[in-house]
């Protein structure tokens, strides 16, 4: 005999002697309704207001710790005296054993996603309800037929829900004059951004379905409890402008700022649907996510720096209107290698691992240390059922959606900075597009590093932080033994002249040709649209391009949408070219110029603080 409690009683399955299975009720206290129900084949369809005014007789003198929440009125008494209200008990009773034979009928239900669907499985629910509470047998069978039903519409709503209520929402350094940066500076760039130290000389099944209710009723709650919260904040609608302030967001969102953001992405393209990502695996993995940022309490590499790169990569594609160069599978995976791409970051350098011969370094024979620890972190996390966001991907579109997280996440290897800058600029130089993986590898490294180029206390802010880090780097370095790496020394480093530096020789040249770049493809898309056979053939890149959801009906004139697994029809002002801007705005280019001649202000600060230290400390 299998038995499930409840609060509000046991539910038992037996077997009679034809060899159907039963569920019946008994309450908490162990009394158990002695009548037997013979079920009868009745055809008969009852109103959602005929049941429930029978449910409330048949219950009208029980008592009432016995109830389940959902009724409000007391029970029959076995007791009672009334002989009116034993009849319309037993008037009701026999309703509710004609209503428990219809569960047995499943053919002709609305679908799922019909909007008939909600009252016909709340219909049926409230029968297996009442039917549990009054002891009438149901057969196992029908009873779990049901369920399955109910959790599929749920899952239906709750995705429709999710839909409504989403918004659209290296030799460059040998060219640098000795006086024109300090030694230390110099030293830094050398060892973060080219491979000339000498450590670094070595060269280097169907759509998920919910398996029950309470599954179903949870991943609802989740989205929305996330959407809601996000509809209301109003900081969110700036998550298209690059003067996004991730700090705030972070403040308001209690410290989760990179789930919030990374959902809020991937539901403004509708990403979860069209893909077939589970809402429940995508929730825990951009918990787990967070959870990898804070392991070492960094002040730099952590959450909020993941969801400042997350929001900066989605905007410079945003901003230089190349969404519709990009598949949805290219979306998502350009989404996933900005939130992984510092995963589990140590808070040290791939020097310091190097130097300290950590076991990292030993894993990743001293190259691309970290980034590699980054990207196979995160791809062994998603092995995990619990994480698995790429579950319904195809073999193809697995191996093209690592290959992409893999390619942009180990670009963010500072060593090969003006590697990667040489390389671009030689692609930029011939007459083919760019391949797809590349500029978006060079979109996510310059998003990594384009803090200088945000409003000054944006940019400020994170300076602090990322100095803090390098001076407990090192604190450590000094506790090892080993030397101290250029700008960890708290006691000496020059901070301004360190950024001036940073923005001059490393963040203003990555943005420039980051710039020529996104100039190049947005052409070839102008071309692309000019070159149509026909007014009536669309452009094969607006037509597989990602949509956000939600869009006004002026701009889903300009975009096409998927739909319900449907491509929708194109309007005809959508067959003919459209008229393009063949240049990119490039908004950084003020914030870094205003930024950098702010640091040289401080840098005469510094030296004059330097000199008057230097001063009091003579004898």
């Not at 202000?601 to 004059?608: D, F, I, V």
């Amino acid at each position: 005999m299998l038995q499930h409690r409840e609060d509000f009683g046991q539910i038992k399955f037996y077997q009679n002697s034809s060899g159907h299975i039963f569920a019946k009720l008994t309450d908490v206290s162990g009394t158990t309704g002695t009548k037997r129900h013979h079920h009868h084949h009745h055809h008969h369809s009852a109103k959602a207001n005929k049941t429930a005014a029978a449910v409330a007789a048949a219950m009208a003198n029980n008592e009432s710790k016995n109830l389940s929440p959902v009724f409000s009125s007391k029970s029959r008494s076995n007791n009672s005296n009334d002989n009116g209200g034993l009849s319309a008990s037993a008037s009701a009773h026999a309703a509710i054993e004609r209503d428990v034979t219809t569960l047995s009928n499943m053919n002709n239900l609305p679908a799922p996603t019909a909007l008939e669907a909600l009252q016909t499985s709340n219909d049926r629910l409230r029968t297996i309800i009442a039917a549990l509470h009054c002891n009438i047998l149901i057969r196992k069978l029908d009873l779990v037929r049901n369920l399955e039903y109910i959790a599929n519409v749920l899952e239906a709503v709750q995705q429709d829900e999710t839909r409504r209520l989403m918004e659209e929402d290296d030799g460059v350094l040998s060219e640098i004059e000795p006086d024109t940066v300090p030694n230390e500076v110099r030293d830094w760039l050398t060892m973060t951004f080219t491979r000339s130290m000498s450590t670094l000389k070595r060269r280097p099944s169907d759509k998920p379905k919910f398996r029950s209710v309470a599954q179903a009723i949870r991943a609802g709650i989740m989205v929305d409890r996330y959407l809601r919260r996000l509809s209301i904040d109003i900081k969110f609608k700036t998550i298209n402008e690059w003067t996004f302030d991730v700090f705030s967001v972070n403040e308001f969102t209690n410290g989760q700022s990179l789930r919030y953001v990374g959902f809020e992405l991937m539901q403004r393209y509708n990403l979860p649907n069209k893909l077939h990502i589970s809402m429940t695996a995508l929730q825990s993995f951009l918990e787990q996510m967070e959870n990898g940022y804070s392991k070492y309490k960094n002040p730099y590499h952590n959450l909020i720096h993941a969801a400042d790169v997350l929001q900066t990569t989605y905007q410079i594609v945003y901003n230089s209107g190349l969404m519709n160069w990009l598949t949805d599978h290219d979306l998502f995976a350009m989404f996933i290698a900005a939130i992984v791409h510092d995963f589990e970051h140590t808070g040290t350098s791939n020097n310091f691992h190097i130097q300290s011969r950590s076991d990292v370094a030993l894993i990743y024979n001293d190259r691309a240390v970290l980034e590699n620890h980054h990207v196979s972190a995160a791809f062994r996390l998603m092995r995990m059922e619990e994480y698995n966001i790429v579950s319904e991907f195809t073999s193809e579109e697995y191996k093209n959606f690592r290959h992409l997280v893999i390619e942009m996440v180990l670009a963010t290897d500072m060593s090969c900075h003006f590697t990667q800058l040489k390389t671009m600029k030689s692609l930029l130089s011939l007459p083919e597009n760019v391949e797809k993986a590349k500029a978006l590898a060079l979109i996510l490294h310059c998003a990594d590093i384009s803090h200088p180029g945000k409003p000054w206390d944006i940019h400020h802010t994170w300076t602090q932080s990322l100095m803090e880090e390098f001076f407990k780097q090192g604190e450590k370095e000094k506790d090892l033994g080993l030397p101290c790496s250029p700008l960890c020394d708290r006691e000496n480093t020059l901070i301004a002249e360190s950024q001036i530096g940073f923005i001059q020789y490393i963040v203003e040249p990555s943005f420039v040709v980051m710039g020529d770049m996104l100039d190049k493809v947005l052409k070839s898309l102008v071309v692309s649209d000019s070159e149509l056979l026909s007014p009536s053939i669309p452009s094969r890149s607006l037509v597989s391009s990602p949509v956000p959801s939600g869009e006004s009906s002026a701009e889903s004139n300009a975009h096409p949408e998927e739909q319900n697994g449907h491509e929708k029809k194109l309007p005809l002002s959508m067959t003919t070219p459209i008229s393009r801007p063949t240049t990119v705005r490039r908004p950084w280019a003020d914030y870094l110029k205003s930024n950098r001649d702010r640091w040289v202000k401080e840098a005469e600060e510094e030296r004059r603080r330097k000199e008057l230290k230097v001063i009091e400390e003579e004898p």
